[in-house]
């Protein structure tokens, strides 16, 4: 269960006297950790000159007063049906269609991660990276042939990512051995189940193919520099003469 906290700004009440200047203001405020009416509490308070001197709450369900005034307030509002009967069904008719919509809009609101994963092998470094994921809790792990490893870990601290959304990376300093496993694992609640990211060495071959293409790349351009300088050097350049 999550737990939220939801201030009713457009029905927040404010007045001043212009007297004495001091500030009288109303809130209506709604505490939640579920959807469900039962784990709702609402809150109605009155404040004068920043302090609190009635509050109604659906907890206790009556009013309380806090100061010599609010204490007369409260005696006069519990003893009014009408006016208790209303404020008892602001739980229902404020709050929950409220809470409801919260949930839907922001609180159960998920994107599952874009997860990247390189190698470095010069530096014996993996880096593990996840964008794009909401909400912001995330859990990025490592395992080597399927045991969970620990050491030579760094993880950066979770970043926005822009509209809401994270992202997060994590770096394992290792040196693989031949037929070693490497993954990164990574657990959020847009995840149904956790998400192993494996590394996947380069194959000696696929070394060779890449050797081969750069080394083809080099000659190419070496002989194409030759050709422009044979040419430069074969052209006759023209003597300007007076007319």
Same mark, same amino acid.
């Given at each position: 269960?999550?737990?939220?906290?939801?201030?009713?700004?457009?029905?927040?009440?404010?007045?001043?006297?212009?007297?004495?200047?001091?500030?009288? #203001?109303?809130?209506? *405020?709604?505490?939640? !950790?579920?959807?469900?009416?039962?784990?709702?509490?609402?809150?109605?308070?009155?404040?004068? !000159?920043?302090v609190e001197f009635l509050r109604f709450s659906s907890r206790v369900d009556w009013y309380?007063? #806090?100061?010599?005034?609010?204490?007369?307030?409260?005696?006069?509002?519990?003893?009014?049906?009408? @006016? *208790?009967?209303?404020?008892?069904?602001?739980?229902?008719?404020?709050?929950? =269609?409220? %809470?409801?919509?919260?949930?839907? !809009? +922001?609180? !159960? @609101?998920?994107?599952?991660?874009?997860?990247?994963?390189?190698?470095?092998?010069? +530096?014996?470094? $993996?880096?593990?990276?996840? $964008?794009? $994921?909401? /909400?912001?809790?995330?859990?990025?792990?490592?395992?080597?042939? &399927? &045991?969970?490893?620990?050491?030579? %870990?760094?993880?950066?601290d979770t970043l926005p990512d822009g509209d809401w959304l994270y992202q997060a990376h994590? =770096?394992?300093?290792?040196? /693989?051995? $031949?037929?070693? @496993?490497?993954?990164?694992?990574?657990?959020? +609640?847009?995840?149904?189940?956790?998400?192993?990211?494996?590394?996947?060495?380069?194959?000696?071959?696929?070394?060779?193919?890449?050797?081969?293409?750069?080394?083809?790349?080099?000659?190419?351009? %070496?002989?194409?520099?030759?050709? %422009?300088?044979?040419?430069?050097?074969?052209?006759?350049?023209?003597?300007?003469?007076?007319?």
């Amino acid at each position: 269960m999550r737990t939220g906290e939801l201030l009713g700004a457009s029905l927040l009440l404010l007045g001043l006297t212009t007297s004495d200047g001091f500030l009288k #203001y109303d809130t209506e *405020l709604c505490r939640f !950790n579920s959807s469900d009416l039962k784990d709702i509490e609402y809150v109605y308070s009155e404040y004068y !000159n920043r302090v609190e001197f009635l509050r109604f709450s659906s907890r206790v369900d009556w009013y309380t007063g #806090y100061t010599e005034f609010g204490l007369r307030e409260a005696n006069i509002a519990n003893n009014d049906t009408d @006016r *208790l009967t209303r404020r008892r069904m602001m739980k229902q008719h404020y709050c929950l =269609q409220h %809470v409801h919509m919260w949930y839907k !809009n +922001a609180l !159960n @609101r998920t994107s599952e991660s874009e997860t990247l994963n390189s190698f470095i092998s010069s +530096a014996r470094l $993996f880096t593990c990276s996840t $964008f794009g $994921f909401f /909400p912001r809790s995330i859990s990025i792990s490592w395992t080597i042939n &399927q &045991q969970p490893h620990t050491s030579e %870990v760094s993880s950066t601290d979770t970043l926005p990512d822009g509209d809401w959304l994270y992202q997060a990376h994590s =770096q394992l300093s290792y040196s /693989p051995r $031949f037929r070693d @496993r490497v993954s990164c694992w990574v657990e959020h +609640a847009a995840l149904r189940d956790a998400l192993e990211v494996p590394w996947e060495p380069v194959s000696h071959g696929d070394r060779n193919k890449i050797a081969i293409g750069i080394s083809g790349s080099v000659l190419g351009l %070496v002989l194409a520099l030759s050709g %422009v300088l044979y040419y430069c050097k074969r052209r006759k350049v023209p003597v300007n003469s007076e007319l």
